[in-house]
């Protein structure tokens, strides 16, 4: 069954340096894979999503994925971060055989001034 | 963004007593799911339906019916609510299954205390 594993439960950065949230993922097939931001009190907007095409996977507000492979990793960074990039971002992968998304329990992204 | 609008926002409630959850969406996706997000766990599917009156259990499903007699509607239904289902509902859609690539869209939750 698909999985995933989220590294950190919290990440701190400054505004303006990079950001990169770990996320690892566990699937016998060749998975789809999301990252979900969430900020307070609101839903959830996707990100990005990989669905094996292009291995470097390119989102909104300036973020990006890689899924590697070999290492079983699909982390996310950003190369400078800002005070609106602050919330909880979620590593999601599609579950074939139960048709659902599975998420990892999630990074909460603080950002300093 | 996606047109989904969950009802009610905010709800607290007694325990023992039924609690419904109402998504509307005006984007005619075949997919409704019902999820419920808790600290440490993430979001976990309730219930999902790929069509009218087609629906199915997901993997906290116990204490928790659904129903979808319209497209645009899927109905979550709490008979008896207990405190171990205070929660943040989400309600999300798609157009296909999200193995076809497709995206799957959230509401903006809605907040429920038993008490």
């Known amino acids: 069954a698909q999985s995933v594993t989220q590294l950190d439960s919290h990440v701190s950065v400054s505004e303006g340096t990079p950001v990169l949230l770990r996320c690892n993922y566990s699937s016998s097939y060749s998975p789809s894979l999301f990252w979900y931001v969430q900020h307070p009190n609101k839903g959830l907007q996707l990100l990005l999503k990989?669905?094996?095409?292009?291995?470097l996977v390119k989102g909104i507000n300036g973020f990006e994925a890689e899924f590697k492979k070999s290492e079983t990793s699909f982390h996310l960074t950003k190369p400078s971060a800002h005070m609106s990039d602050a919330a909880e971002y979620f590593c999601v992968v599609w579950n074939t055989g139960f048709q659902k998304l599975v998420f990892g329990t999630g990074t909460r992204l603080l950002v300093s001034p | 963004d996606a047109g989904i609008t969950q009802s009610p926002r905010h709800k607290v409630t007694e325990t023992g007593t039924p609690v419904t959850l109402r998504c509307h969406q005006t984007e005619n996706h075949r997919y409704m799911y019902w999820y419920r997000q808790d600290p440490g766990h993430g979001l976990r599917l309730i219930h999902y339906s790929y069509g009218v009156k087609d629906t199915d259990k997901g993997e906290v499903s116990d204490g928790y019916s659904v129903s979808r007699s319209k497209t645009e509607d899927f109905l979550l239904t709490l008979e008896s609510a207990t405190s171990s289902q205070t929660s943040v509902y989400f309600c999300?859609?798609?157009?296909?299954?999200?193995?076809?690539?497709?995206?799957?869209?959230f509401g903006e939750g809605s907040w429920l205390t038993v008490v």
């Open positions: 990989y669905t094996s095409a292009a291995t």
């Open positions: 999300a859609i798609s157009e296909s299954g999200a193995n076809s690539g497709n995206t799957i869209y």
